[in-house]
């Protein structure tokens, strides 16, 4: 394995990142910081031995196939690893690495951030305030739903949705999960959890849902036309995982059907397009991908980043290697 490794980084990172790489790598930088087109990917693909994506780079099997032989580690500058076709990578033993962990917290406070928002209404009063309509307060002005008391059903009880867990209970939400696998009994207490083997029969039950599981063939359409249908009236969706685990065109059917009662939305199927009927919703919250976005963050994952092409270098196993079976 190269000492210096060429080292292809796709976005501007975080200015003390990319320092500390070029102090141990040979970098290359995308000055511009619009995401690379799939031509620049693929001269990148051609070039470099370790390749720093991020969620905007689609690396899919036809562009994994013109990588040239030096390409041998795919380091994502993030978490989710959707955007990256995992068996063409592993065909040409090309290793695949993430940034768990470091975007956990900040994230579940996105999630938290939404659920208080959405049915408190923050951004329609907000938008009052600001285009100067507020004609004072009045006893049934900006009337939203109590958080206190209601039912949170969290899809994937991973690190994040654990996380969301933590925080919801001191809210005094009740904790509603669906995941593949059950947590653990002790796990379970400290949340004073409640496991829903059907994903449909838990849909029924809550007033909130959290979408906190990865995009994942078997997650795609997760929340389809039929997974609304089973939500009562009023509830609240909130998505800050992956917005393909979402049909939105059914959602925003949903939402102006008045069939469910709003919904907080970080991330969208086509982004950055969003669904125009989604825009036109008083009930949804839309924010631009921003879930795992503070300085403290950004800094971390390029840390991780870094740590995984160093172990890589000396000959170890990077320690964020995204494992074959990890859905
Ligand atoms: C990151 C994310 O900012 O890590 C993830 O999976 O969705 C984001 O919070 C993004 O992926 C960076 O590549």
């Known amino acids: 394995r190269p000492k210096r490794p ?7 990172l975080p200015e003390a990142v990319e320092t500390r790489m070029a102090e141990l790598f040979d970098i290359e930088l995308n000055y511009s910081d619009d995401p690379f087109t799939p031509e620049q990917l693929a001269d990148a693909c051609a070039r470099a031995d370790v390749l720093v994506p991020t969620v905007t780079d689609e690396i899919g099997a036809d562009l994994l196939a013109k990588a040239g032989d030096g390409l041998k580690l795919i380091a994502n500058f ?4 959707d955007h990256i076709d995992l068996a063409a990578a592993r065909a040409r033993n090309i290793l695949v690495t993430n940034t768990p962990g470091v975007l956990t917290d900040d994230t579940a406070d996105m999630v938290m951030a939404l659920i208080l928002s959405v049915p408190r209404r923050l951004a329609e009063g907000e938008k009052l305030v600001r285009a100067n309509e507020w004609k004072g307060w009045s006893p049934c002005g ?4 109590r958080i206190t008391g209601k ?8 690190r994040i949705g654990q996380a969301v867990a933590a925080r919801a209970r001191a809210f005094g939400l009740s904790i509603h999960y669906h995941n593949r696998k059950r947590l653990p009994d002790g796990l379970e207490r400290t949340y004073e959890a409640t496991w829903w083997p059907t994903l449909d029969a838990m849909l029924r039950r809550v007033d909130i849902v959290s979408i906190n599981c990865p995009h994942t063939p078997e997650t795609h359409h997760l929340i389809d036309a039929a997974a609304l249908r089973h939500m ?9 995982a992956r917005g393909e685990i979402v049909d939105e065109s059914a959602l925003a059917v949903a939402l102006e059907a008045g069939q469910i009662a709003g919904a907080g939305l970080d991330v969208f199927e086509h982004e950055p397009a969003v669904d125009p009927r989604l825009l036109a919703l008083k009930n949804v919250v839309l924010l631009p991908h921003m879930g795992s976005a503070t300085f403290e963050g950004r800094a971390d994952m390029g840390e991780k980043v870094i740590a995984n092409i160093r172990s890589w270098v000396d000959g170890h196993r990077p320690p964020d290697q995204v494992l074959e079976g990890w859905l």
């Open 78 to 81: 993030g978490n989710g690893i």
């Open 232 to 240: 009562q009236r009023h509830v609240y969706l909130i998505n800050t």
């Open 142 to 145: 900006m009337l939203g739903h």
């Open 6 to 12: 060429k080292v292809i980084v796709t976005r501007r």
């Open 151 to 158: 039912r949170l059903g969290i899809v994937g009880m991973g």
